[in-house]
Nanobody, 118 residues
Framework: QVQLVESGGGLVQPGGALRLSCVAS????????MRWYRQAPGKERELGAG?????????NYADSVKGRFTISRDNAKNTLYLQMNSLKPEDTAVYYC??????????WGKGTLVTVSS
């Protein structure tokens, strides 16, 4: 079965950095588009970044994280990453790794909590 396991969250001061990881199994990772979503307290889950399955690894970002976050993947390790720099308090959220089998079938990890606070 599909499994997505996130790690790397924690408490960081404003302006700091974190790198999140998501280890995937149960599907052909190298052929799958992958995404990072986040859900802040009291808000809906939103897409943060996505990366295609092609060797080019084309990426897209939400305006709120563009220029600060970088999504990447290591297909040899079945691992997705999110490098987060210049973190702001509004980046505080649970971050989820995501892939889809179809437009109706989403797979999610359990998430990793990122707290940006002084």
């Amino acid at each position: 079965q599909v499994q997505l396991v996130e790690s790397g969250g924690g408490l960081v001061q404003p302006g700091g950095a974190l790198r999140l990881s998501c280890v995937a199994s149960g599907f052909t990772f190298s052929r799958s588009m992958m995404r990072w979503y986040r859900q802040a307290p009291g808000k809906e889950r939103e897409l943060g970044a996505g990366i295609t399955s092609t060797s080019a690894g084309l990426t897209n970002y939400a305006d709120s994280v563009k220029g600060r976050f970088t999504i990447s993947r290591d297909n040899a390790k079945n691992t997705l990453y999110l490098q987060m720099n210049s973190l702001k308090p509004e980046d505080t959220a649970v971050y989820y790794c995501n892939t889809r089998a179809s437009t109706l079938i989403n797979y999610w990890g359990k998430g990793t909590l990122v707290t940006v606070s002084s």
